[in-house]
């Protein structure tokens, strides 16, 4: 039998630092509910979450562009076990969606989601009751189309 894992433990404490863009997109999910990104004119992109400068061409973002809530799916995968390969008590989706307005995509959990998810589906933010600004502050995103429940 080849060793395919070396078990091992290392304690890891960290401390990240979201800097500007992400703290106003933080801030604008926490407050407000909304997605906040930042447009390149220059380049015709628009980043999601925010950033204050354009990673092609350099130029001084403004954070302020509203994005969403409403995107589309863009890939999606299902995960049945933990990051120690132990079985998950029930499989996640996740989902990468590109927000209306926006040309990059965010990971978060599909909920409700089909067995086969449709990529171009229409999906929505779910937010959580409480927010406190961090990417929690989304429960994940849903079908848009409404079940009939049949
Ligand atoms: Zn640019």
Do not use: Q
């Amino acid at each position: 039998m080849s060793p395919t894992k070396i078990p091992g433990e290392l304690a890891v404490s960290f401390r990240y630092t979201p800097g500007v863009g992400n703290t106003a997109f933080f801030e604008a999910l926490r407050d407000r509910g909304v997605f906040l990104g930042s447009r390149c004119e220059d380049c015709g992109v628009t980043y999601l979450p925010a950033r204050i400068f354009c990673e092609r061409c350099l130029a001084e973002l403004e954070p302020s562009l509203e994005c969403g809530p409403e995107g589309e799916l863009v890939s999606w995968t299902l995960v049945r076990v933990d990051v120690d390969d132990r079985p998950l008590d029930r499989p996640v989706t996740y989902g990468l969606v590109r927000l209306d307005g926006a040309d990059t995509v965010l990971l978060h959990r599909l909920l409700d989601a089909d067995d086969e998810p449709a990529i171009g589906e229409r999906v929505r933010a779910v937010f959580a009751p409480l927010r406190e600004g961090s990417m929690l502050d989304v429960e994940g995103f849903a079908p848009v189309a409404e079940r009939t429940g049949s």
